[in-house]
Structure formats: C-alpha cells, structure tokens
T-cell receptor, first 112, second 114 residues
C-alpha cells in the first residue's frame, strides 16, 4: 500500500543511547518532515527536507540529526538520548502539488 | 512568525448535536493553506478538511464545514450531527507555499456524549 512507513513503532531507550528512526515513502514525494508530539504542545517541526540530499532545521532541532540520501527515505537520529526526547514522533511527506501531508503512524519513544 | 492558537483544550457535544471548534492564526503571508486534522486514539493523523486562503467560499466535507474569516484570521470547524466516532483530538494547522511546513495548534480534545 502506498504511503509513509515509520519504523520502529515503539522503542525504549536508556539515557545516552543512540538510535535512528526510519521514514520511508513510496509516493515519490519531494518534501519530507519530522515532527514530535507532546501533550499540550501539538506537533512541532524538528527537521525537514525539500528534496533528496537537502535538510533544514525546524522549530526544535536540538539533539537531533537527519539525513536524506535517497528520495524515499528520511532518517532521524538521536546521538545521545535524553528524557526530554520522550515523545511521539511523526514523519510526513508531501508532493508539493496536492495540499495535505501524508503522515506515518508515529513512533512512541521513551527515554528512561 | 506564524502562529496557530486553539483556545479550547477540551469540548463536549451530545450525539447528533452540532459543535464548533475554534482556531485563530497569525501570518503576514497572503498565499497560505489551513487544515483541520483528526487524531483518534489510534494516533493516526487524518485530514478532515482544508481551505485555500485565496478561496472565499468555505470548504465543506459531508458533516464537516469551516467558517474561514480571512480578515479576522479565524478558521473554525463545525461538526454537524456529531457521532461517537468523531471523538478525537482535533488539530488546526497552517501551511504556506515554499517549504510547506505545517504549524500546528495545541489541539482540542472532543468528547461525544451518548
């Protein structure tokens, strides 16, 4: 099925550990985004990409890195996880012509 | 900087009744887009309705309609004939041409009472 796939769906990390969240889309979309959702704060943009090989910072980029080596994949990395990074992470993609993101199903990350 | 404000953290509505969720935004752009998303307990983000700023006509999708007041920078969502399945968190979002980044409000949790 066409869409956005996020892996993993759940993860528990210890403080200081690293991990990578993978977002894959099969719709040939140019634009991809990583958001985090926290209670009472809505969704906030971490990083985004407007095309293969490009990345840019969003509203809350500190502690995260991203890469978009292939058009279909957008990776979000945590080099040294902190409890403040406990959140639900959403990836989204967008074609640029039909307004409305396609969202992944989210990753619940807990840092203990 | 653009901002989106949802001033109602929680709303309740009786089944079959009508409810209106409020959203205001601030922007200096003239070409932008507004959205309402529904997030049920499954966590999936579901597009409910979208509005292009250049269109004066309010968008409608079945039981869902918006009241778009561009001068007032207001974008409210009306749900008619509320159903139990409408219970969810609703997010208002703003986007503009170029990077198409979304700016979300903090959400309104809608409860539907049987």
């Amino acid at each position: 099925n066409a869409g956005v796939t996020q892996t993993p769906k759940f993860r528990v990390l210890k403080t200081g550990q690293s991990m990578t969240l993978l977002c894959a889309q099969d719709m040939n979309h140019e634009y991809m985004y990583w958001y985090r959702q926290d209670p009472g704060m809505g969704l906030r943009l971490i990083h985004y990409s407007v095309g293969e090989g490009t990345t840019a910072k969003g509203e809350v980029p500190d502690g995260y890195n991203v890469s978009r080596l292939k058009k279909q994949n957008f990776l979000l990395g945590l080099e040294s996880a902190a409890p403040s990074q406990t959140s639900v992470y959403f990836c989204a993609s967008f074609s640029g012509t039909n307004y409305g993101y396609t969202f992944g199903s989210g990753t619940r990350l807990t840092v203990v | 900087a653009q901002t989106v404000t949802q001033s109602q953290p929680e709303m309740s509505v009786q089944e079959a009744e009508t409810v209106t969720l409020s959203c205001t935004y601030d922007t200096s752009e003239s070409d932008y887009y507004l959205f309402w998303y529904k997030q049920p307990p499954s966590r999936q983000m579901i597009l409910v309705i979208r509005q292009e700023a250049y269109k004066q006509q309010n968008a409608t999708e079945n039981r869902f309609s918006v009241n778009f007041q561009k001068a007032a920078k207001s974008f409210s969502l009306k749900i008619s004939d509320s159903q139990l399945g409408d219970a969810a968190m609703y997010f208002c979002a703003y986007s503009y041409s170029g990077t198409y980044k979304y700016i979300f409000g903090t959400g309104t949790r809608l409860k539907v009472l049987a």
